[in-house]
């Protein structure tokens, strides 16, 4: 079992639509990093958060350390948030900076 | 700044020929990381530096492939001899510190090897 788990693996949604990513994580952790990777590109940090909640525009990112899950939520999708979601988490112990992935949610809007 | 600038974007060579892809990180991040990206595993950390001291390289493959960084606004990743196996895309990033910050990530080198 991987030690961070994503669902959905692919997602696709019509644009307006109110769109959530889940991440469980079964290890400890620092912190935990939401990243975005559109098709044959770079790989952008959205949020990195350790409690609570973050905004960013229309990107929202949540997480309950007492459940181990974080969620990204995309609020009125348009075709340009088609990417990759990337969950990823800093460990608690050792280095911090040593991040686990887990295997990405394919999102495709379409119009 | 121009972010975590990476070259090669694109690489393609031959088994057996030595690869280098090379990484600048922001100016004043610490914090240096090289990553392989590919569909069956998706992203694995192969080494990180620290103030240019690499860490951590539990994660570099084999024998065939070494890192660098000889100052702290350069880094090199080298794989000599390069296999198939080894095409991948092979991701740069870059930090302040070594807890839980902020990263940013190159654009990546695409690597085909034939």
């Known amino acids: 079992k991987n030690e961070v788990e994503q669902s959905p693996q692919n997602l696709t949604a019509q644009e307006g639509e109110f769109i959530t990513i889940n991440c469980s994580y079964s290890?400890?952790?620092?912190?935990l990093h939401w990243l975005q990777q559109h098709p044959g590109g770079g790989i952008v940090s959205l949020f990195m958060?350790?409690?609570g909640k973050k905004k960013h525009g229309r990107l929202i990112a949540t997480i309950n350390i007492q459940e181990k899950h974080s969620s990204l939520h995309i609020t009125a999708s348009h075709p340009r948030d088609s990417a990759v979601y990337i969950c990823?988490?800093?460990?608690?112990?050792?280095?911090?900076?040593?991040?686990?992935f887990g295997t990405g949610t394919r999102l495709q809007v379409t119009l | 700044d121009a972010g975590v600038i990476q070259s090669p974007r694109h690489e393609v060579t031959e088994m057996g020929q030595e690869v280098t892809l090379r990484c600048k990180p922001i100016?004043?991040?610490?914090?240096l990381f090289w990553y392989r990206q590919t569909m069956m595993r998706g992203l694995e950390l192969l080494i990180y530096?620290?103030?240019?001291?690499?860490?951590?390289d539990s994660g570099m493959p084999e024998d065939r492939f070494s890192a660098k960084m000889p100052n702290a606004s350069f880094s090199t990743l080298k794989i000599q001899p390069s296999e198939p196996r080894d095409s991948a895309v092979y991701f740069c990033?870059?930090?302040f510190g070594t807890g839980p910050y902020g990263y940013t990530f190159g654009s990546g080198t695409r690597l085909t090897v034939v």
């Open positions: 990033a870059s930090s």
């Open positions: 290890v400890g952790i620092s912190a």
């Open positions: 958060l350790s409690s």
């Open positions: 990823a988490v800093s460990p608690i112990t050792g280095t911090a900076s040593k991040l686990t």
């Open positions: 100016s004043g991040h610490n914090s």
């Open positions: 530096f620290n103030n240019n001291v690499p860490i951590d």
